[in-house]
């Protein structure tokens, strides 16, 4: 398990590093913090980006933005509260 769990962070750190809110780039503190706990959530569910956008009928690329914190779509704010389990009030 945690193996496991190191690796699951290896490659959420590698996905962070091309992150347009890397602090390193200028980025804010808290959409990097937002958009790392909504990949980190979406690894432990198992679910891709692909699946997602095909379950909220959305394009990848717009899943995409609405996890950097680009764009915001009420559906899926909802998805993190009532799946994931995720309310990024309290980061």
């Given at each position: 398990?945690?193996?496991?769990?190191?690796?699951?962070?290896?490659?959420?750190?590698?996905?962070?590093?091309?992150?347009?809110n890397?602090?390193?780039?200028g980025?804010?503190?808290?959409?990097?913090h937002?958009?790392?706990m909504?990949?980190?959530?979406?690894?432990?569910?198992?679910?891709?980006?692909?699946k997602?956008?095909?379950?909220?009928?959305?394009?990848?690329s717009?899943?995409?933005?609405?996890?950097?914190?680009e764009?915001?779509?009420?559906?899926?704010?909802?998805?993190?509260?009532?799946?994931?389990?995720?309310?990024?009030?309290?980061?």
């Amino acid at each position: 398990m945690k193996k496991e769990l190191k690796k699951q962070i290896q490659q959420l750190e590698q996905k962070m590093a091309k992150s347009p809110n890397n602090m390193n780039n200028g980025g804010s503190h808290f959409l990097y913090h937002r958009e790392q706990m909504i990949r980190f959530k979406l690894m432990q569910a198992g679910i891709s980006q692909k699946k997602l956008a095909k379950h909220l009928n959305l394009t990848e690329s717009y899943i995409s933005k609405l996890i950097t914190g680009e764009r915001y779509n009420q559906d899926f704010e909802i998805f993190l509260r009532k799946f994931l389990q995720f309310d990024y009030c309290f980061i």
